[in-house]
């Protein structure tokens, strides 16, 4: 029971970091979000590469010290291209995601907070509603279960961990040079 | 302590500062971030609340449970560590449209709200159907290698880029 209590504790001490991180990061913004669509800003670009190159490294590493044992997720087709179409669009028209729409609402900004947050809310609630509908079908187009890129390429996981690090630095730093 | 009232980090401090984030809640609670779930445990106990007990439950809410988890606290954070540095940097500000919103669209309260709700509605189906969001899959599963996160990233981005564009460059 304590430690129960103990795990939402954390959950809360580790949201409050993140939440601190996207503000000051500005990708609670509105503004911040849509000139990356429309690539006139690529902080949330630098932001999300510079978080997983640096989560992948150290990810894997405690993996291999046995210390962590890493959860991908499944999924398909059908689901992550569809699902991820519908919420990108979503993403701008709203200018904020399920995480940004958080730090969005502490930081004060009236449209997350009755506008987005309900949408966001019903939105789900509407998918619940159809999901036995999609179950079966369209979700499971394409299955591929919890399948890695090291999987799919036949190689071991430093393998790919490595020369994936460095090309996600190689274009931050062109990104840099170019100056956008 | 000038960093704490910095209005703004650099995107690199910002998104190692995540990464590092993330490995510790790996090692510490077993959890990957992420967020967009909780809205559809929040719409679960919304459905909960106006259609009682007694009411059929969905199917998706017997696999996503309407319950407070470490997830929920997470987001309820998000929302506290926000506000605690928009407060520090003096950058908190009640405000219903968005500049960029403003000076391309215009400065109609009702019309933003009514496009917000769409996108939000849009966000959250989404993000059930492709199993997660921009944090849990665009952050902690790409990280992970995992192959349905790098297809949904990539496709939130695409359908993103293509609303915008169609908003901002061929509607307006």
Not at chain 1, 82 to 88: A, D, E, S
Not at chain 1, 152 to 177: Q, S
Not at chain 2, 68 to 78: E, K, N, P, R, S
Not at chain 2, 114 to 133: N, P, Q, V
Request: charged share 10%; proline share 3%; glycine share 14%.
């Amino acid at each position: 029971m304590k430690s129960k209590a103990m795990k939402l504790i954390l959950g809360l001490i580790f949201g409050i970091i993140f939440g601190f991180l996207l503000q000051k990061g500005g990708v609670t913004k509105y503004d911040v979000i849509i000139n990356q669509l429309l690539f006139v800003d690529f902080t949330v670009v630098k932001i999300m590469l510079s978080a997983v190159v640096t989560g992948m490294a150290g990810l894997f590493a405690m993996q291999g010290l046995g210390w962590i044992r890493l959860r991908p997720k499944s999924g398909s087709w059908g689901r992550n291209a569809i699902g991820g179409l519908i919420f990108g669009m979503g993403f701008a028209l709203l200018g904020y995601c399920p995480g940004t729409i958080a730090g969005a609402m502490g930081n004060g900004y009236l449209d997350a907070i009755v506008a987005g947050l309900p949408g966001i809310i019903i939105g789900s609630w509407l998918f619940a509603a159809a999901y036995p509908l999609l179950k079966d079908g369209i979700l499971n187009k394409g299955y591929f279960g919890d399948l890695t890129i090291p999987r799919m390429l036949k190689l071991n996981n430093v393998t790919v961990v490595i020369p994936l690090a460095i090309l996600i630095i190689a274009l931050l730093y062109v990104m840099e040079r170019a100056g956008v | 302590m000038d960093w704490l009232t910095q209005v703004k980090w650099s995107p690199y401090t910002v998104g190692i500062g995540i990464g590092i984030l993330s490995w510790f809640t790996w090692l510490i609670s077993n959890e990957p971030i992420g967020c967009s779930t909780t809205f559809a445990r929040s719409a679960g106990m919304f459905d909960r609340l106006f259609r009682g007990r007694g009411a059929k439950e969905m199917p998706y809410f017997q696999e996503v449970k309407p319950v407070v988890d470490w997830q929920f606290m997470l987001v309820v954070g998000i929302i506290m560590g926000a506000f605690v540095s928009s407060m520090l940097s003096g950058d908190f500000t009640m405000q219903w449209i968005p500049s960029v919103w403003g000076s391309h669209i215009g400065d109609n309260i009702l019309f933003r709200l009514i496009i917000g709700f769409t996108g939000g509605i849009l966000l959250g189906f989404g993000s059930r159907w492709a199993d997660g969001c921009t944090s849990g899959h665009g952050i902690s599963g790409t990280m992970q290698l995992a192959a349905s996160s790098w297809i949904s990233a990539i496709c939130f981005f695409a359908g993103g880029i293509f609303m915008a564009w169609l908003l901002f460059r061929v509607i307006l």
